[in-house]
C-alpha cells in the first residue's frame, strides 16, 4: 500500500514540477516579448520624431510627440476612473441587496420560527436565496428548471408497426409484413 501512494505522490510532484517549468518557461518568454515590443514601439516613436522633425522642425515633432502621449495618458485615465465608478456602483448594488435580505430576514424571523414548517420553509428559501446570489456574484447563472410537461416533446408510440400512416423501421421486416 505504502508503494502505492509513493508512486501517487511522485506523481502528482512530477505533475507539479512540470506546471512550474512551464509558468516559468511562459513567464520569460512573455518578458521577453514585452521586450522587444518595447524597444520596437520606441524605434517607431523615434523614427517618427526624426521624420516629423526633418519635415516640421525639431520644436514641433517634439510638441506634436508630446501632446500625443498626453491625449493618450488621458484616455487611458478616464476609461480606468469609468471602470472604477462601474465597480463601486456595483459593490454598493450588492451591499444593499444585502442589508435588504438581512433586514428582512431579521424582520420576519420571530413570525416564521412559530410555526415548524414555516420555519424550515424559510430556512430552504433563505437557503437558496444566499445560493442564488452568490451564484449571480461569481459570474456564473443558477442552472435552469426543467421544462415543464407541456414544453416536453411528444413521445411517439413504438409499440405499432404504423406510425402516422408509415411503418415503423423498428420493427423487424416479419412483423411488418402481418400488419400489412
Known sequence: MSGFIKTIAEAFTQDVERAKRIA???????????????TAYSAGIAAATIYAAETY?????????????????????????????????????????????????????????????????????????VANELLKSSGR?????????????RMQPTHTARVNGAINPHIHNRQQETYR
Open 57 to 129: 522642425g525639431p520644436v514641433a515633432s517634439a510638441t506634436v510627440l508630446c501632446l500625443a502621449a498626453i491625449v493618450a495618458l488621458l484616455v487611458v485615465l478616464v476609461a480606468l476612473r469609468v471602470m472604477q465608478l462601474r465597480d463601486r456602483r456595483e459593490a454598493r448594488r450588492a451591499e444593499s441587496r444585502t442589508r435588504l435580505v438581512a433586514t428582512l430576514g431579521t424582520a420576519l424571523l420571530p413570525l416564521v420560527f412559530k410555526s415548524r414548517a414555516a420555519g424550515t420553509t424559510a430556512l430552504i428559501g433563505g437557503i437558496a436565496l
Open 24 to 38: 516559468r518557461r511562459d513567464a520569460i518568454l512573455v518578458a521577453l516579448a514585452g521586450l522587444f515590443g518595447l
Open 141 to 153: 447563472q443558477p442552472p435552469h428548471p426543467a421544462p415543464s410537461m407541456a414544453e416536453q416533446p
